[in-house]
């Protein structure tokens, strides 16, 4: 899971910083609202999504990336929030645009992500924390 994450978060992430992703109107429009250009906000995505792709081929730095990779697709669902004529064909949320699809394909993502943060193994002396919480608790003083 982590490796297929990874290679759709590089080659997402890569398209952004080469300027030449087929979404990249639509994030700066989504985007409007933050008061950076376009032009550093759309390749700043593509190289956090690089960075999210190097973190899951290697396994490293994963506990604070996948929070804020978690945040950055919730986000992708701005799009059917702040421009409903784009996502959705003559209004009717049952019937997704070329654009829609591609925003409601994330729940996937998202779902992989937190699949990839249920299986991180536990950090050391969580262990011992649990360990220590099962211990019998002596309801008598003496």
Do not use: C, Y
Not at 117 to 140: K, M, Y
Request: overall charge neutral.
């Amino acid at each position: 899971m982590r490796g297929t994450l990874g290679l759709v978060f590089l080659w997402f992430g890569v398209l952004k910083v080469a300027n030449v992703s087929p979404v990249g109107a639509l994030v700066a429009d989504t985007l409007s609202f933050v008061p950076l250009p376009a032009s550093f906000v759309v390749p700043a995505l593509g190289v956090f999504e690089v960075a999210v792709a190097l973190a899951l081929f290697t396994g490293r730095w994963l506990r604070p990336f996948l929070p804020v990779l978690l945040l950055h697709l919730l986000g992708t669902f701005l799009v059917l929030v702040l421009h409903p004529g784009v996502a959705f064909k003559d209004g009717n949320p049952l019937m997704l645009t070329m654009e829609g699809e591609f925003v409601v394909k994330n729940v996937v993502l998202i779902a992989g992500t937190l699949v990839v943060a249920a299986t991180l193994p536990r950090r050391e002396g969580h262990e011992e924390q649990r360990e220590e919480s099962r211990l019998p608790v002596s309801t008598t003083s003496r």
